[in-house]
Every structure is written in structure tokens, then in C-alpha cells.
T-cell receptor, first 114, second 119 residues
Framework: AQSVAQPEDQVNVAEGNPLTVKCTYS??????LFWYVQYPNRGLQFLLK??????LVKGSYGFEAEFNKSQTSFHLKKPSALVSDSALYFC????????????FGKGTRLSVIA | DGGITQSPKYLFRKEGQNVTLSCEQN?????MYWYRQDPGQGLRLIYY???????QKGDIAEGYSVSREKKESFPLTVTSAQKNPTAFYLC??????????????????FGDGTRLSIL
């Protein structure tokens, strides 16, 4: 069975500082990994995905994520946080060999303070 | 503009009533999904469909029903058997792909949700 853990319910960071939102995963084979962002009363917006190759993946709005196979992690990062980055962030996983929907973590609320 | 349209944005259900949430997409995606979002619980899968006239139960299908008569549409009915229907419901779609791998690496695209409350 596939699963995703986002160990922090809330992350607070000052504007201009780097941010990290953590994600660890569990799959039986090789993973496809995704990050999404949700603003209030909106659907989820796709940020980036890891398929294969370079462990550092770049996505929308200056976000990037680092895939670490040995630690089964896929942490989301941004070098300099903006107040407008404040939102709910979801990590999701799918087994490469599977034919199933994405499995989502419970989400991490990011607050960027001016 | 291509996208996923969910309607209505807000919906109220009376005791014993069935209500239907609409989801339409013009992205030509084969696969469609319904999720329920409750505070602190993330997204939980209700039903999904990978092709017209076929659908599978997700993790929390009890009290819900779906149909997939057209590629563009995947309506969700919240029946009176669902005793705790108050939640934010999200519809999503994705390209199915010709191979299992090409399906698996595709992101899901989401609508803007329907918020369902009990009167």
C-alpha cells in the first residue's frame, strides 16, 4: 500500500527566509511524487513532480523539491518565502507500476509572516 | 479555457435528501476522481473512473454513488445513507495514457470544489 506522511501540520517562516515543507513516502516500488498547493476555498494546484532522473525538481512559483531515495523523502523548498506563499501544501505519491489514483498526505499549512 | 468545472459552489442538504454534485471537464481526460476534504484529514478518495461506463470505489465510498456516461462528466450523488456529509468535495481529472507508466506520471487537475452543508 502507498502512503504519504507530512509530519508538520503547520510551518511558520519569516518573509525572505528559506522555507521547507517535509514529506516522506512509502511505496512498494519506485515512486512518482507530486506537490500541490491549495488556497482558501479553491481546488489544488499542481506545483511539481518527480518522475526520474535529477533528484532536484524545479516547479512553479520558484518552488523546488529534492527527492531522496535512501530517506524516502521529497521535501518542498523555496529559497526566499513570500507572504503570498501562505497556503495549504499537499504531497502525493503513486507507485510507478500501479494504475491507481494519487495518495495524498494530510497537508501542511504554511504561514509566511511579513 | 480548458479546465474542470464543479457546480454548485455551495450546496445545502436536508435530512433524508439525496443531492448531486456536478463535475465537467473539457480537457479530454480519460480519468476522473472524487475526493472529500475535511479539516486536518487531507483528501480522501470516494470514487474514480478511468474510462466511460466504468468506475471503482475509493476509500470512503459508502453513502455515495457516481455515474460515468460521458467522458466529460462524472457526477457524484451524496445519498441519505451518508450520515456526515458536511465537507468540501473536490473533483479531479487526469490523462489516462496508453501505458500504465504514462498514466502514472500524470498529475491530476482539480476543480474549485463544492462545499456541502446540512440544513
Amino acid at each position: 500500500a502507498q502512503s504519504v506522511a507530512q509530519p508538520e501540520d503547520q510551518v511558520n517562516v519569516a518573509e525572505g527566509n528559506p522555507l521547507t515543507v517535509k514529506c516522506t513516502y512509502s511505496v512498494s516500488g519506485n515512486p512518482y511524487l507530486f506537490w500541490y498547493v491549495q488556497y482558501p476555498n479553491r481546488g489544488l494546484q499542481f506545483l511539481l513532480k518527480y518522475i526520474t532522473g535529477d533528484n532536484l525538481v524545479k516547479g512553479s512559483y520558484g518552488f523546488e523539491a529534492e527527492f531522496n531515495k535512501s530517506q524516502t523523502s521529497f521535501h518542498l523548498k523555496k529559497p526566499s518565502a513570500l507572504v503570498s506563499d501562505s497556503a495549504l501544501y499537499f504531497c502525493a505519491v503513486r507507485d510507478k507500476s500501479g494504475n491507481t489514483p494519487l495518495v495524498f498526505g494530510k497537508g501542511t499549512r504554511l504561514s509566511v509572516i511579513a | 479555457d480548458g479546465g474542470i468545472t464543479q457546480s454548485p459552489k455551495y450546496l445545502f442538504r436536508k435530512e433524508g435528501q439525496n443531492v448531486t454534485l456536478s463535475c465537467e471537464q473539457n480537457l479530454n481526460h480519460d480519468a476522473m476522481y472524487w475526493y472529500r476534504q475535511d479539516p486536518g484529514q487531507g483528501l480522501r478518495l470516494i470514487y474514480y473512473s478511468q474510462i466511460v461506463n466504468d468506475f471503482q470505489k475509493g476509500d470512503i465510498a459508502e453513502g455515495y454513488s457516481v455515474s460515468r456516461e460521458k467522458k466529460e462528466s462524472f457526477p457524484l450523488t451524496v445519498t441519505s445513507a451518508q450520515k456526515n456529509p458536511t465537507a468540501f468535495y473536490l473533483c479531479a481529472s487526469s490523462i489516462a495514457g496508453r501505458t500504465r507508466e504514462s498514466y502514472s506520471n500524470q498529475p491530476q487537475h482539480f476543480g474549485d470544489g463544492t462545499r456541502l452543508s446540512i440544513l
